[in-house]
């Protein structure tokens, strides 16, 4: 049974690093051919892909975020860590680490998920 547990502060100050680290149970996040996500979902509006750390160590990040976003992994831990620089209320949001598998058409999709955690950027 693969789980997935985030964990880190609820609350940044604007303009300071966000970080977020995914404990996985389970599975190992070097298993092929799994992908690691960070997904957030912001107060009233629809969820929103981040980017991810493929098995084999690649990142993929969304283009909107990809100038302050980085994310790794320590395989001896088996977790993976999202880091959101200069961060403003806008990026107040639950934050989900997430599962993702390939369909054969290349189609990916989320098969497991973290329960969430809450951040809040505030002053």
């Known amino acids: 049974q693969v789980q997935l547990q985030e964990s880190g502060p609820g609350l940044v100050k604007p303009s300071q690093t966000l970080s977020l680290t995914c404990e996985v149970s389970?599975?190992?996040?070097?298993?092929?051919?799994?992908?690691w996500s960070w997904i957030r979902q912001p107060p009233g509006k629809g969820l929103e892909w981040i980017g991810c750390?493929?098995?084999?160590?690649?990142?993929y990040y969304s283009p909107s975020l990809k100038s302050r976003t980085s994310i790794f992994r320590d395989t001896s831990k088996n977790q993976f860590t999202l880091q959101l620089m200069s961060v403003d209320p806008e990026d107040t949001a639950v934050y989900y680490c997430?599962?993702?598998?390939?369909?054969?058409?290349?189609?990916?999709?989320?098969?497991?998920w973290g329960q969430g955690t809450q951040v809040t950027v505030s002053s």
């Open positions: 750390i493929a098995y084999s160590g690649s990142t």
């Open positions: 389970g599975d190992s996040i070097a298993q092929e051919f799994y992908y």
């Open positions: 997430a599962r993702e598998s390939q369909l054969p058409d290349n189609t990916d999709y989320v098969d497991k």
